[in-house]
């Protein structure tokens, strides 16, 4: 929202998953976010910049960054799936390694609640949920996106299998789009 005056999400690949209903909750922030005079969107830019500005000295000082989109309702334009991968890239945009963002997603929350015994390491005796990536990350954080397997509560999805889930959800949201009253 913070860059509704450059780019309205028009043609966010996102936008095929998220249904008419979740969609609609996205029409008050945008039409208060249009309203803005240049003082406001100047204020929005520098607020993200602050923010982004220092990531990388909390990060240093040892505070936690964990990575999480609150993809969903109240925040438009932030969508389950897509918004994590966008983070961790803005992390690395703003001065995290890519090490320290993909830690971000991974083992920050589990330790956060003191769960690393069970999640964030790739173990015997740990929980089964892998996403196996056929490019390297701390190379690209941009890699986190080229999928080719998710290992779910012990359950393999290969690339086929995720491809099949991702285009039934496209045809079920165009369903509900086609089903929607103007």
Known sequence: MAWLD???????????YVGPKLRKTY?????????ADAA???????QIEDIGAILPMLAEAGVPIIAGTDAGFLNSFNYPGFGLHDEIALFVEK?????????SATRA????????????????????????LTQNPLEDIAATRAIDTVVMR???HDRAALDKLLADTRAKVAAWDAAAPN
């Open 40 to 46: 406001g969107i100047a204020a929005r830019h520098k």
């Open 6 to 16: 450059r780019d309205d999400h028009g043609k966010d690949a996102g936008l095929a």
């Open 154 to 156: 012990g359950r393999v």
């Open 109 to 132: 929350g589990p330790a956060w609640f003191g769960w690393l015994d069970r999640y964030g390491a790739i173990k015997a005796g740990m929980a089964a949920d892998l996403v196996l």
């Open 27 to 35: 029409e008050w922030r945008v039409e208060r976010a249009a309203k």
């Open 95 to 103: 001065g995290l390694t890519p090490a320290q963002a993909l830690a």
